[in-house]
């Protein structure tokens, strides 16, 4: 058995919970791209696939995680080729797909579907989709990310495990192939498996609630974002979009605009009701 997450911190919850149902234990594959933002023209050819990595380099440049694309930590195409190597080598070997409903998640689950058709019948989702568990205190709870579930939890989750249908390996490929056609840089989940698609200007309207006339430590606006706002994303993307607020001149900046300890932000004119 395969298992397949979008999201590092998936990883180790789900195999704790090996330690409590060894039927579950198997391989960890983590997709690590964010497929939520970003561009997707000609995604799965060599061309669309540089063509993201240069996106990323822009976004990274000169901040936190500069350079980070070069150290091939997310090469999320060498993943899914040794998938299908292995699948090959053992016609009894399955994948188990494990989504929560975040825009993250099933945003990689389409741009990974695009590429298991000749598996049909061996590909399993589990997709939390609206579904209760319990957390630590005993209380019911939605979890919008996997990693959000008690190890225990897994032990229920996996009951919901189906097999990806004939239907869905037609239809998904051609809504992704949708998205990647329009090729809007954000996608927000609508629900279901329902993706819309925003530009750049989403994050920069939302992070703006934000700030005000007062200086705002770039770390502290961010970590305020990510823990106020119900449509997160990651950090790197959005240092990069406060950046260029500031280039535009809609936001002022003190200190050396580099990473998010190093400069502060306020707005640039202060906005009357």
Known sequence: MIHLVFQNADVAVLRSSFELDQQLAGDIIEIKDDYAVGPLGDIYTE???????????????????????????????AAVAGLLNRMQEDPEEVVWIWAAQNKHDVSGYYWLMSQLADLQGRVFLLYLNNLPFINEKGGLFYPENLYEIAPREFLKARK??????????????????????????????EGGKKLVQHADAF???????????????SSKLIH??????ANRTGDAYLLWRLKKMIEDGRLLAQGE???????????AVMQTA
Request: aromatic share 12%; net charge negative.
């Open 160 to 189: 919901l495990s189906r097999k990806i249908t004939a239907s869905e390996f037609e239809t998904d490929p051609d809504e992704w192939k949708k998205l990647c056609d329009e090729n809007k840089p954000v996608r927000l989940l």
């Open 203 to 217: 994050y920069d309207e939302a992070l703006l609630k934000f700030i005000t006339g007062d200086w705002i430590r």
């Open 257 to 267: 605009v580099k990473n998010m300890k190093d400069f502060e932000v306020k707005l």
């Open 47 to 77: 061309e669309g696939i540089e063509a993201r990595k240069q996106w990323w380099r822009e976004v990274m440049a000169g901040g936190d995680y500069d350079g980070q694309v070069e150290t091939g930590y997310v090469n999320d195409q």
């Open 224 to 229: 305020t974002y990510l823990n106020k706002s």
